[in-house]
């Protein structure tokens, strides 16, 4: 009797047979790329804890889209950073603020050829850097009173031309009144992409650079949930899906695999991955320093995303990640 009977290796033995037998694949259909437009720019400005990734102007919008069109990439997602910031974010919602010039643009220039999903949050916007309307006094982050604000916000990114809503800031009943909102103002079928387990995470440091959004008091944790919990993201999401999310999102993305696997199984829906900023940077840096070859290791944590269940990707790494696909 040869042992033993089961050789693992034997469907390992070539490229061919490992691609026969391989269970995810990664397609350039599954990504997003995000990226910035600062309205008080007037060249591309590097972002310096994010190598590769910079701020851009909003007259070269249309360029940092077309890079990703150009890859066949099949959406962007566009984070703004405004002239002027006030406690209440105010240009968060003008017609001819950043986001909504941004958009525009960028629609009349794609069309149906290239899908433009809004982040929708108040933390850009506000100069105390929160996600919300501040009761200054005690400094509680006031839900109820930042709802209209976020609906607001929603109808006049639809209004520009966005396809997708994103809202990250985490208040109670955002969905819902983002839904209504747009409801009202005749955008029932612009999707919500929602941000529904989004974790209180240091990965984002970085973006704080980048967005300019970090907050001059306090920190996120009072509405951002505790990397600590699981039945919570759960919960968090069902209550999204019931107020009418189209499709969900975990955030962020490698240290919160086990999440992802939890609410596909759980929810059977469209989901999105966040790798966010820190996450880049670290590979960025490890790289830089001989450390990790960088084009495994984003494919690699990348395929580690759809093997958990996502469907979607958003990262800063799309653009090289679809070139390597594309090479293929
Ligand atoms: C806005 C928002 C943040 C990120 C996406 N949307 C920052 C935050 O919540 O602090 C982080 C993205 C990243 O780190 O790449 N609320």
Not at 56 to 74: G, M, Q, T
Not at 284 to 289: D, F, H, R, S
Request: charged letters at 25%; hydrophobic letters at 40%.
């Amino acid at each position: 009797m040869p042992f033993p009977v089961n050789r693992m290796r034997r469907l390992r033995s070539g490229n061919l047979i490992k691609e026969m037998v391989r269970e995810n694949t990664l397609s350039v259909s599954d990504l997003i790329y995000p990226f910035f437009v600062d309205e008080n720019a007037t060249k591309k400005v590097p972002v310096s804890s994010m190598p590769g990734v910079f701020r851009w102007p909003l007259n070269l919008s249309v360029d940092a889209a077309r890079e990703a069109f150009e890859l066949k990439i099949p959406a962007v997602l566009i984070f703004g950073i405004p002239k002027s910031k006030d406690a209440k974010g105010t240009h968060s919602y003008g017609e001819s603020d950043v986001v909504q010039e941004a958009v525009r643009r960028i629609k009349a220039e794609f069309g149906d050829k290239l899908l433009v999903v809004t982040d929708l949050c108040m933390c850009e916007y506000t100069d105390h850097g929160h996600c919300g309307i501040v009761d200054m006094k005690t400094h509680e982050i006031l839900n109820d009173e930042t709802l209209p604000v976020l609906g607001k916000i929603a109808v006049s990114h639809a209004k520009a031309g966005a396809d997708i809503i994103a809202p990250s800031g985490m208040m109670d009943g955002m969905i819902a009144a983002i839904r209504s909102a747009l409801d009202e103002n005749g955008f029932s079928n612009t999707p919500i992409m929602s941000y529904s387990s989004k974790y209180a995470s240091v990965f984002y440091g970085p973006f704080r650079d980048a967005a300019d959004s970090g907050f001059c008091f306090g920190d996120r944790a009072s509405y951002q949930m505790d990397p600590a919990n699981s039945d919570e993201a759960v919960r968090e999401t069902q209550l999204d899906v019931e107020e009418g999310a189209d499709i969900l999102m975990v955030k962020p993305g490698m240290p919160y695999l086990d999440i992802v696997f939890r609410i596909k199984q759980e929810f059977k829906m469209p989901l999105a991955i966040y790798q966010v900023s820190g996450e880049y940077s670290m590979i960025k840096a490890a790289a830089k320093n001989g450390w990790l070859d960088e084009e495994k290791c984003f494919h690699e944590s990348m395929i580690s995303m759809k093997r958990a269940g996502a469907d979607m990707i958003i990262t800063y790494y799309a653009k090289e990640m679809a070139a390597i696909l594309s090479r293929k």
